[in-house]
């Protein structure tokens, strides 16, 4: 009877010791805008990425990786973590950006540092920010529908003993952009003639009114 006590309470003193990624809710990864417009040849462009929990989970690390195709016209520029409530936020190892496989791809990915024997940020339920990847287009980019997916043998969210999570993805494909030629820019010459044409018009128009008048 002791023996079972003392089995029980050292049971008990072990699930309380358990990190908190013991318990998972659902965890959703979102991309924003998850469709965005851009023009061939235009910089600047941003995605941002979010991770929504309806539970309390306990997230060691997380890498996402994003695929366009090689002929997009997608330039994968720079990242960082400047977003809103960063989900390792004072617990960082060290946001990184990586073009893996070319400018068209991208990975961003940051893991925790404390505690040191099993690394781990609790997260409450809520949207955390995961960090934001910059983009151009080409200026010979076909225009047209452009899709950005996940790597889906890449991307990943793990828990303080490295173990996967399961996630969902709020769209599919991830995103969506629509290229389009940009506006049309008349050149100098051309306004300069329509300036003269509109001249003579009201040259033509003073005249024909004078002579309506003496009439």
Known sequence: MIYQRFLSTCVAVLMLALPASATAGTLTLTMIPSSQNVTQGGSGYVLHFTLTTTDTVGLSGFNISLLTDSSSGINFTA?????????????????????PSGNNTSDINDYA??????????LGPGTYGLGEI?????????????NITLDSTSTSFTDS???????????TPIGTLNVSSPPVVPEPSSLVMSAIGIATGLVSLAKHRRVSQKA
């Open 161 to 171: 003993g490295s173990n996967p999570l399961s996630f969902n993805v709020s769209n």
């Open 79 to 99: 990242g960082d973590n400047s977003v809103t409530n960063y989900v390792f936020n004072g617990n960082s190892l060290g946001f990184a950006f990586d073009n």
């Open 113 to 122: 540092v404390t505690p040191a024997n099993a690394p781990v940020q609790t």
């Open 134 to 146: 910059f983009f151009s287009i080409a200026a010979n980019a076909p225009t047209g529908s452009l």
